[in-house]
């Protein structure tokens, strides 16, 4: 299509006001506007054509005259305001390109919490950390993570772990954070842990990650498999040769074990003790089980290799155990985990002195 307003053209407006001719206008208008060679008072008269037409009431001409400005530049403000504000069809491309936005149109936008104008300005390009920031505060889930996809936007760590803060439990956040070329790593070992095993592989794959994580993020990956295979297993018999297999390949670790019954899974954690501390399983059961003897389970413990800075997991896993009578067959094991988490959250009130680092490492072993 020719991109000059010709006499034709305005003849047609002048004899049939049709909202096609209108469009077509408002489009070669708006090449006008962006041609280098255009005069002072061609601009003007352009701009008083736009204050026309973006209140005309057909959508299709302010749809035409969205289009055909999104990509200009220096338009004036009560333009811009009309065009933001009008219906979506018309602002959704003026705001996602329009690159002369000002901060105070963005949050504007943000402000008026319409989610498909907030995931507009969430895909500009080159957003600043401040905008990237406020949208994090402001905005719902789903505009956050069209956030994390925008690979120009500027992400610094404080506004990561703010969004971390505000959806902890959202795959979406994750794995949008998960395929985001890149991220800090204090913000992989925040997220790591709660992380599914296909996202821990992609963690891998797509960030340069130092040896501890990865490594961690391998022996993570390995054991919720290896607690997979043993909910699949129902007798004592199945239970011990899968602990006999694990404790053959030094794969018994002290991880995996506390894992498991942070899981409720207390068949394996009972098998598993009985090989690290060489004590016989009915001897095992005794002890675990006998609330007036606490100081046995801290001695079957620490033969067994179990980390003390383990204990109050296990300790908070077997009282939920304990309080609830949980079949681990009938049972939810992600919700029991829950419970345990809950546990050790108030475990420093009933008599043990646990700092956040502790708090958190624990809470990591079981998620």
Do not use: W
């Amino acid at each position: 299509m020719n991109s000059i307003l010709t006499k034709e053209d305005i003849s047609k407006l002048s004899q049939n006001l049709n909202a096609d001719n209108k469009a077509i206008a408002a489009q070669k208008v708006g090449a006008y506007y962006n041609d280098k060679n255009i005069t002072v008072r061609g601009h003007l008269l352009a701009e008083e054509i736009f204050r026309i037409l973006v209140n005309d009431v057909e959508t299709k001409v302010r749809e035409a005259l969205s289009d055909s400005l999104k990509n200009s530049r220096n338009i004036p403000s009560d333009i811009v305001k009309a065009l933001i504000n009008d219906t979506e069809s018309v602002s959704l491309p003026f705001i996602k390109y329009y690159s002369d936005l000002t901060q105070e149109d963005i949050i504007s936008i943000i402000d008026a919490q319409n989610i498909n104008k907030q995931k507009a300005v969430a895909m500009r390009k080159n957003l600043s950390d401040d905008i990237t920031q406020y949208i994090a505060e402001k905005c719902p889930e789903e505009v956050i993570g069209v956030l994390i996809s925008n690979e120009s936007a500027e992400i610094k760590e404080n506004t990561y772990n703010l969004i971390v803060d505000r959806f902890p439990e959202s795959e979406n956040i994750k794995k949008n954070m998960v395929y985001r070329s890149e991220l800090p790593v204090s913000i992989i070992e925040k997220i790591v842990h709660s992380l599914s095993e296909e996202l821990l592989r992609r963690l891998v794959f797509n960030h340069n990650l130092p040896n501890n994580i990865a490594s961690d993020i391998v022996e993570q990956v390995k054991e919720k498999a290896t607690l997979k295979i043993s909910e699949e297993y129902s007798s004592d018999k199945q239970i011990e040769e899968l602990i006999h297999q694990l404790y053959a390949s030094n794969r018994l670790t002290p991880t995996l074990v506390v894992r498991s019954i942070c899981m409720g899974d207390l068949k394996f954690f009972e098998y598993a003790l009985v090989y690290l501390s060489n004590t016989p399983i009915t001897e095992v059961r005794k002890i675990l089980f006998n609330t007036s003897m606490d100081f046995m389970i801290r001695n079957l413990l620490r033969k067994a290799y179990i980390p003390k800075a383990m204990f109050p997991a296990v300790f908070s896993a077997l009282k939920v155990i304990k309080d609830i009578r949980f079949d681990y067959k009938k049972n939810d094991s992600k919700a029991f985990a829950h419970k345990v988490i809950e546990r050790i959250l108030s475990y420093g009130s009933a008599g043990e002195d646990l700092n956040e680092e502790d708090v958190n490492y624990l809470i990591s072993k079981i998620s």
